[in-house]
């Protein structure tokens, strides 16, 4: 092996490393994502009691049963009371 084939070996390795090195890496797979949101609980198509701790079959009483007039006398009875306590 004469010296300028020793050069020219010399420079074409050197020069195949140089290109794989440069090259980009291979990608990697791709795993595929789980569900973001926790899966639901399947469905039993039962009712849901509203309150479920105590008694849940008790129904809760409605909020305004009061009529404005009674609402009145209520806070005009307070108010009366309050004057003469006071």
Known sequence: MTK??????????IKETLEEAAAPAPSKPKETPGPAVAPGKPSTDKPKPRRPLGNPDVKPKPKATMTEAEMLAK????????KKNG
């Open 75 to 82: 806070i005009v009875k307070r108010f009366k009371a309050a």
């Open 4 to 13: 300028k084939q020793l050069i020219e070996t010399i420079r074409r390795v």
